[in-house]
């Protein structure tokens, strides 16, 4: 019994052994499972989407197409490095943050993916860690959204569905190497090169045409291409190859051209240094060329959009009876260099680009009967918006915005369904429809982003000590005299909006929030030598460089504190007046005297009230109404916080800027006779667009501001809308506004600040006549109204 009982329980085990061995084998010999999300079927092609509740068009709840289904990603362990991911997939630069618990609303459906773990350098969010598809503990109330940087990535059309095919030969970057060594920026000719995986690549030329060119010096910022001289760059890069085969060959043998060597030992050194240039000559070949056979029509905005046929696999081919694509591109009047060639290249523009922080971006407008207008964005296409950039003198376009992306215009709409073919030299000579009132507003004003020439600015100014990129004491990169560079600061003396907006555009930051002449940052580089002083721009430079300054450096405050600071921001306010309603509402009014006295007090009246016979006699007072809208991407608020804001015990009220507006009559050459000001004593939103809420007002000492779509009404009846001019005689006169005439507040744009009307007064009445924006007439228009002999009546013929 004990034998029968012993061996059936060997046979047991050995049953489960035979079972448990194996299976314990094999779990040693597999990897263990990483927290990796699964691998996705390759016919399974990823799509992604923002969504949500309020959000502007680059943001949003972030929703992924899988399995036929749309669903959300919790936001457990989720980073900006996760965002950075997904805001290239979704074909965006980059991202600027990321959110939580369903801040834009509640999904539905699927949660893919949970614990997602990104480095950010990843192609997908596929390829990043995490639970796997469909693996999460999570509710809709955990759905992560995702801020991008509204900049997209080349070769990307604009739709919030964008389709992913990972694809390692997809061009995304291109440059021109120059081989004629150069210190000029821009680069404009060169032998092509595009980014493959992490190097550089060349084109072989076999097959290349003027069309392949085009598109080559459109993505690289210049409007125009010319023919190159191939046997001088034939013969340049076969004398720099086999100056390089040599260097590398007389490296590796070690053997001095003069040594003596004996005859076996020379016998020897010959097939050794033969084989190692066919080898050196067969690696060149080798890793040279990855792009044949470009077959581009001259349209195509990027390289990407044309047929193109790469070396299969891993493969690099030889470029047989060829040599590297070389190029030579024409860059715009903003890009020369001869002072004499910009100025025969400059010709008068029926476009401009408004609103944009870098040059080459804005509101396109055009002009038309003497009048700007903007284009309704209606059918806005790439090869419309590049017929744009390269009429003004950039490459192709980069992106045509729609939505009013770039600010909303004023005035007249003058163009619709504008339908360009690529090859047309200006916007007037594609197809468009006239406008009507019902079928566009500023709403849908159209706008671009260019393709610029790289300058290479950004290299000589930083930021440091900030809490974010985007603000920091201001260095710059200067030259010594004994040819040495290093960084120094700016006096922040004389330093002001303008400045910072040159430095927030040479930073590519977009635009300045506030100029800071004292600043309190972190010494983060112990730099401490001030090298530029008395920087004055006027707003529009590229650089710091082509903005004035002292040849010496002459700073009254010289410690570190005293330097030169910025806070940048991606967007700005735009602040305009309506010149219209100052025409309709004009009138003049003899107020008396008595009625003035909180007027005086804020300085409103001109300076011989003061002489007056208080409280007997009265004022001629030039009053009408402004209407002042925010056309820009940013709220306009005081620079002042409600704790630094002054009390008018008089009007009963506080003044959260000193100088709001100036209200000024001139002569007809320009010489300023009588004068007004306004001081904000009430930043508000009267009223704003259809859909817009509005978020200031001034009871009970409420903020201050205007919003974005809205605007602030100064009626003719309060005290200080107006110009004194008791003591002007009869003629004819220009009446100017001028809305934050200090520049006390950054804005995008601040050219259609200013208001001017003609003016005729007769000692008894008051007419205004061709009210309109500083920038709105064409140059013709602006001449003949400063040249305006005025009006006999109020009849306009």
């Known amino acids: 019994m004990k034998t029968s009982r012993w061996w059936q329980q060997c046979s047991v085990i050995s049953f489960l052994l035979a079972v448990w061995l194996p299976a314990w084998i094999m779990a040693q010999t597999t990897p263990p499972i990483q927290s990796t999300t699964s691998p996705k079927p390759q016919n399974d092609r990823l799509q992604f989407r923002l969504v949500g509740y309020p959000r502007k068009h680059n943001e949003g709840r972030i929703e992924i197409f899988y399995k036929g289904e749309w669903g959300t990603i919790c936001d457990d362990d989720f980073s900006l490095s996760n965002a950075n991911v997904l805001c290239r997939q979704l074909g965006f630069v980059s991202a600027t943050g990321w959110t939580h618990s369903a801040k834009y609303g509640k999904g539905l459906g699927k949660i893919w993916l ?266 806005w296409t790439l090869l419309s918006a590049s017929v744009v950039c390269r009429e003004l003198g950039f490459g192709s376009a980069k992106e045509a915005l729609t939505g009013a992306r770039m600010g909303q215009g004023m005035g007249p709409i003058h163009m619709n369904e504008v339908l360009c073919l690529g090859t047309e030299k200006s916007m007037w000579n594609c197809g468009f429809k006239n406008i009507t009132s019902e079928d566009c507003q500023h709403v849908e004003d159209a706008a671009v982003r260019c393709n610029t020439p790289y300058m290479a600015l950004e290299n000589s100014i930083r930021l440091t000590g900030g809490r974010t990129r985007y603000e920091g004491r201001v260095e710059v990169l200067s030259t010594e005299a004994n040819g040495t560079r290093s960084w120094g600061l700016i006096c922040g003396g004389a330093w002001g909006t303008k400045e910072a907006m040159v430095a927030c555009r040479q930073l590519g930051l977009g635009y300045a929030n506030h100029g800071l002449q004292e600043t309190w940052y972190w010494d983060s580089s112990n730099v401490t030598e001030m090298v530029m002083s008395g920087v004055k721009c006027t707003g529009n430079e590229m650089s710091l460089s082509h903005c004035q300054h002292h040849r010496t450096v002459s700073c009254q405050k010289t410690a570190a504190k005293f330097s030169a600071g910025v806070i940048c921001s991606e967007t700005a306010s735009d602040l305009v007046p309506n010149a219209p309603l100052v025409q309709q509402s004009v009138y003049i009014e003899d107020r008396p005297l008595h009625m003035l006295y909180c007027a005086a007090e804020e300085n409103c009246l001109s300076k011989s009230a003061a002489s007056a016979n208080w409280p007997y006699g009265h004022r001629r007072l030039l009053r009408f109404s402004s209407q002042i809208h925010n056309i820009g991407r940013a709220d306009f608020r005081p620079k002042a916080g409600r704790h630094s804001w002054v009390w008018h015990a008089c009007h009963g009220h506080y003044h959260s800027m000193d100088i709001f507006t100036h209200y000024d009559l001139l002569s007809s050459n320009g010489t300023k006779v009588a004068e007004g ?39 003719h009846d309060i005290d200080c809308q107006w110009i004194d001019i008791t003591d002007i005689k009869p003629g004819n006169y220009i009446l100017q506004i001028v809305i934050n005439p200090n520049f006390e507040v950054a804005e995008s744009d601040f050219t259609n600040n200013a208001m001017k009307c003609n003016c005729k007064y007769d000692g008894h009445r008051i007419w205004l006549h061709n009210c309109h924006m500083g920038d709105a007439f064409s140059e013709e228009a602006e001449r003949r109204f400063e040249k305006y002999p005025g009006q006999f009546n109020n009849q306009i013929s």
């Open 677 to 715: 000001h306004k001081a904000s004593f009430c930043l508000e939103d009267t009223e704003c667009h259809e859909g817009i809420s509005k978020r200031y007002e001034c009871a009970n000492f409420g903020e201050q501001g205007i919003t974005v779509g809205c605007w602030d009404l100064y009626r």
């Open 114 to 379: 949970d614990n997602v773990q990104c480095n950010g350098g990843e192609k997908s969010i596929e390829l990043c860690k995490s639970r796997g598809w469909g693996n999460s503990d999570c509710t809709h109330d955990e759905d992560a959204g995702v801020v991008c940087k509204d900049e997209r990535l080349p070769g990307f059309v604009h739709s919030n569905i964008i389709d992913v095919q990972m694809d390692e030969n997809k061009v995304e970057k291109v440059r021109l190497r120059p081989v004629v060594p150069t210190k000029k920026m821009p680069v404009t000719e060169g032998v092509v090169e595009i980014k493959y995986r992490n190097g550089w690549v060349q084109i072989c030329d076999v097959g290349w045409t003027s069309k392949n060119t085009r598109v080559i010096c459109g993505m690289l910022g210049f409007p125009d291409e010319k023919k190159v001289n191939k046997n001088f760059y034939k013969n340049r890069l076969r004398k720099r190859a086999a100056e390089s085969q040599g260097q590398k060959v007389k490296a590796k043998v070690h053997v001095s051209a003069g040594a003596r060597l004996p005859p076996k030992a020379k016998a020897r050194a010959k097939p050794f240094t033969s084989g190692l240039n066919k080898r050196l000559n067969t690696e060149r070949q080798k890793n040279q060329y990855h792009l044949h056979s470009v077959a581009c029509v001259g349209t195509e905005v990027h390289l990407a959009a044309c047929p193109l046929e790469f070396n299969k696999g891993n493969a690099t081919g030889s470029c047989k009876g060829g040599m590297p694509v070389v190029v030579s591109c024409v860059p715009g009047p903003q890009y020369v260099h001869n002072n004499g060639l910009k100025k025969k290249l400059k010709t008068t523009s029926t476009v401009r680009l408004k609103g944009g922080a870098k040059l080459g971006e804005g509101r396109v407008e055009v002009l038309r009967n003497n009048e700007w207008g903007t284009v309704c964005d209606d059918r």
